[in-house]
């Protein structure tokens, strides 16, 4: 069946560091992709998406690409801060699927000053 | 716009009870879904309704999980009786259609705690 895997957490950086937290999935047919953040207390809110293979999703300065070739959607950003402290949920959507999130396990991010 | 509203936050209740859930998802939102969320995991999806249908309710655990969503808007989940492993943060997200990439808006969250 269709799944997300992340790379596990927690991740610690310091503020202003690059961060990449992995994200591969496996679906027949073509997925839309999302990144998903988690603020202490607070419910999911959508960080940002792609709907299909090379298109880039940006948001907050964080960005991810759709690699079909690798199912792959890793999501980076060039300089944290330490108000990105979250945990972050990758998850797909399956064409034809009725609009059913399927997420990964979630990567807690830590950023320090 | 007002988001999706959930309650209650917090829930205790020991193991054989009953406890009941209510959302109220984003005005004009068609699609509403439930999702567990046990510590430490992702979200999963319990049951998704399209106006008052149920559109998918595969792993909802139906001997003793229910949903409604009556006249097509607020939604109530409950569960009898509970066990230790219902232990969770219950999502309640709505959408505006069931295409593959509309965005899905979360409610808080109700967590639930099972003595």
């Known amino acids: 069946g269709d799944s997300v895997t992340q790379m596990e957490g927690p991740v610690t950086l310091s503020e202003e560091a690059f961060l990449t937290i992995n994200c591969t999935y496996t679906a027949t047919g073509y997925p839309s992709l999302f990144w998903y953040v988690q603020y202490p207390g607070e419910g999911l809110q959508l960080l940002l998406k792609?709907?299909?293979?090379?298109d880039k999703g940006s948001n907050k300065g964080f960005e991810a690409t759709y690699r079909k070739e690798t199912t792959s959607f890793h999501l980076e950003k060039g300089s944290v801060q330490v108000s990105d402290s979250a945990v972050y949920f990758c998850?797909?959507?399956?064409?034809?699927?009725?609009?059913?999130?399927?997420f990964g396990a979630g990567t807690r991010l830590a950023v320090h000053p | 716009e007002a988001g999706v509203a959930q309650s209650p936050r917090y829930k205790i209740i020991e193991k054989r009870q009953s406890v009941a859930f209510w959302c109220n998802p984003i005005?004009?939102?068609?699609?509403l879904y439930w999702y567990q969320q046990i510590l430490g995991q992702g979200p999963k999806l319990l049951i998704q309704?399209?106006?008052?249908?149920?559109?998918?309710d595969s792993q909802l655990p139906k001997d003793r999980f229910s949903a409604e969503r009556l006249k097509g808007v607020d939604s109530t989940l409950k569960i009898q009786p509970a066990k230790l492993e219902d232990s969770a943060v219950y999502l309640c997200a709505s959408s505006d259609g069931t295409g593959g990439n509309q965005p899905q808006h979360f409610g808080d969250g109700t967590r639930l705690s099972i003595l």
């Open positions: 005005s004009g939102h068609a699609t």
């Open positions: 309704f399209q106006n008052n249908g149920v559109v998918d």
């Open positions: 792609a709907t299909k293979a090379d």
């Open positions: 998850a797909l959507s399956r064409s034809g699927g009725y609009n059913k999130l399927i």
